[in-house]
């Protein structure tokens, strides 16, 4: 099995910032893309940011600019820094690893962690 653990969700005020952070670990291969998804209280889950592993990046319109996806892919390890933070930010962040190849299976599988909560008072 993959496991996905996310770290660096809490509480902070409009404008200010946050990193978070998600490890994957189990008997990893390769990880063809990671990314952070989001769900706000009310609303559906939606993506915020992907990175490849050759480091191609996208973003949702409402994270360009304000948010930076990075990748240590060494360290199956992927990293969402978020400035300028606003209280339409505020939702479940969650990481996902996508064509994950381990030892026992060859077929690509995508992981979910469970999930940081982030919360933009103001």
């Known amino acids: 099995q993959v496991q996905l653990v996310e770290s660096g969700g809490g509480l902070v005020q409009a404008g200010g910032s946050l990193r978070l952070s998600c490890a994957a670990s189990?008997?990893?291969?390769?990880?063809?893309?990671m990314g952070w998804y989001r769900q706000a209280p009310g609303k559906q889950r939606e993506v915020v940011a992907t990175i490849t592993r050759g480091g191609s990046t996208n973003y949702a319109d409402s994270a360009t600019g304000r948010f930076t996806i990075s990748r240590n892919t060494a360290k199956n390890t992927v990293y969402l820094s978020m400035n300028s933070l606003k209280p339409e930010d505020t939702a479940v962040y969650y990481c996902?690893?996508?064509?994950?190849?381990?030892?026992?299976?060859?077929?690509?599988?995508?992981?979910w962690g469970n999930g940081t909560l982030v919360t933009v008072s103001s």
């Open positions: 189990g008997s990893i291969v390769s990880i063809n893309s």
């Open positions: 996902n690893a996508d064509g994950v190849i381990t030892t026992r299976y060859a077929d690509g599988m995508a992981y």
